[in-house]
């Protein structure tokens, strides 16, 4: 094979070595509108076309006669190695979208998520590989976008019914096998309608931002706040050392949601009804809400400000102090 200086020296062969692959194919590879490297059964690069090149910020004479795993990021070359062992043992088509999560190092160390083609191409007897490669970054990055639209309410960005539901299902299953306490409290705005009759929705839309904002200041960071609808929202907080902790979150949030809220209209003064539940993972996370919501609208009843708890087998009230029942 021609050394690095000769390839330099030589166009097209300084990125290919025309006794192992046809000269007729290196301008159509070229001609290629991807990024496009062949790999020699040995696992040296003897191609890289002019898209590779602007992709990868590589020259063909530093790619020619180097390992492919070069292209690859340090933390994954090992694997690479034993990956591409097995493949060169049945090669076979591979194309994009099989769901790989695939990633290519740049020149400057640099590295990106990819999606990577693969051809097995028979030259005189010997088995090469085309690989394809493309730049996910753009399109995981949409991708991503798109999923955090759909689990997050759009106006104030915290998390919506569906991303709460889901997280409260493995938050049971979590409460089930370590035998911990979780609690869900089911928070609706007192004075909010008047805030929309009197200011209209563009102010109350800027009211329930600042709530998103104060309620997630409330809690602890791996809790969730999620906004259930209109002025209604559910806090889930898990691995609480004591059910008494549930109802200080209660009163946290009461304490936030008291305090008055500049809009551009004024000030506006809310309170809130709370209801909370415990649960220790043996229910569902829609039964709970439930009961949640069930001791919301007795704290309603009772002129709203308030917590009430959910009574029933998670919990006992007597005398102001929270008594978890005994497991049998």
């Known amino acids: 094979m021609p050394t690095g200086e000769q390839r330099g020296n030589d166009g097209v ?9 046809p000269r007729s194919w290196h301008t159509v590879l070229d001609a290629i509108p991807a990024a496009v490297l062949v790999v020699a059964p040995d696992g040296t690069i003897c191609f890289a076309n002019t898209q590779l090149e602007e992709l990868t910020g590589y020259q063909r004479a530093e790619l020619s006669g180097r390992p492919v795993e070069v292209l690859v990021p340090d933390a994954q070359r ?38 990577i083609s693969l051809a097995p191409l028979d030259v005189g007897g010997e088995t090469f590989v085309v690989a394809t490669i493309s730049d996910e970054t753009e399109r995981r990055r949409s991708a991503d976008e798109l999923f955090h639209r759909a689990v997050h309410d ?19 299953a979590r409460a089930d096998r370590k035998a911990r306490t979780l ?3 089911y928070v609706d705005l007192d004075g909010f309608k008047a805030v929309n009759d009197t200011w209209r929705h563009a102010v109350g839309d800027e009211v329930l931002q600042v709530v998103a904002e104060r309620m997630t200041g409330a809690v602890r960071p791996e809790d969730t706040v999620a906004r259930f609808g209109g002025d209604e929202f559910v806090v889930l907080c898990e691995d609480l050392k004591d059910p008494a ?14 305090r008055p809220i500049p809009h551009r209209a004024g000030i506006g003064e809310l309170s809130a009804s709370i209801g909370v539940v415990l649960a220790d993972g043996a229910t569902s996370g829609t039964a709970l809400i439930e009961a949640a919501d069930h001791a919301m609208y007795r704290a309603k009843r009772r002129g709203g400000g308030a917590v009430e708890l959910a009574g029933g087998e998670a919990l006992d009230l007597q005398d102001g102090i929270i008594v978890r029942p005994r497991r049998s």
């Open 154 to 172: 759009s106006l104030t960005g915290l998390a919506n019914r569906v991303l709460l539901l889901d997280r409260l299902g493995h938050a049971l």
């Open 13 to 21: 062969r300084d990125a290919v070595d025309p006794g192992r692959v």
């Open 78 to 115: 090992q694997a690479h190695v034993a990956a591409r062992a097995s493949y060169g043992g049945q090669p076979a088509r591979r194309p994009m979208g099989t769901g790989f999560e695939l990633a290519a190092r740049r020149a400057d160390g640099s590295v990106f998520p990819a999606d």
């Open 245 to 258: 902790d549930a109802v200080q979150v209660a009163d946290r949030l009461l304490e936030e949601l008291r």
């Open 183 to 185: 609690a869900v409290l």
